[in-house]
Nanobody, 116 residues
Framework: VQLVESGGGLVQPGGSLTLSCAAS??????????MNWYRQAPGKEREWVAG????????EYADSLMGRFTMSRDDDKKTVSLQMRSLKSEDTALYYC????????WGRGTQVTVSS
């Protein structure tokens, strides 16, 4: 399984970014995998950000995001995205794509830096 994240970068506070994750090399239909975004800030533990369960479940989000992020998945394209708006300095982190079905698969992450 290969998960490749993209879309990270440097953005000013209050700005927006959209992250994408492309999946390949998995054995079962993409729709049967749960997909998640996690992030890890410097000196902190990795934390769950958002997730969509298999077979068209509704997105769920960490409460701390206060509705600023929107996750979606495209089962035909085998991708997931994370739209982030009203970004804050505390959103600075390495963002990871996670795929789960019986076991976890991880991408290498894409760096998001929110700074003026």
């Amino acid at each position: 399984v290969q998960l490749v994240e993209s879309g990270g970068g440097l953005v000013q506070p209050g700005g927006s970014l959209t992250l994408s994750c492309a999946a390949s090399g998995f054995a079962f239909a993409f729709s049967t995998y749960g997909m998640n975004w996690y992030r890890q800030a410097p000196g902190k533990e990795r934390e769950w950000v958002a997730g969509i369960s298999s077979r068209g479940g509704s997105p769920e989000y960490a409460d701390s995001l206060m509705g600023r992020f929107t996750m979606s998945r495209d089962d035909d394209k085998k991708t997931v995205s994370l739209q982030m708006r009203s970004l804050k300095s505390e959103d600075t982190a390495l963002y990871y794509c996670n795929m789960v079905r019986f076991k976890d698969y991880w991408g290498r992450g894409t760096q998001v830096t929110v700074s003026s």
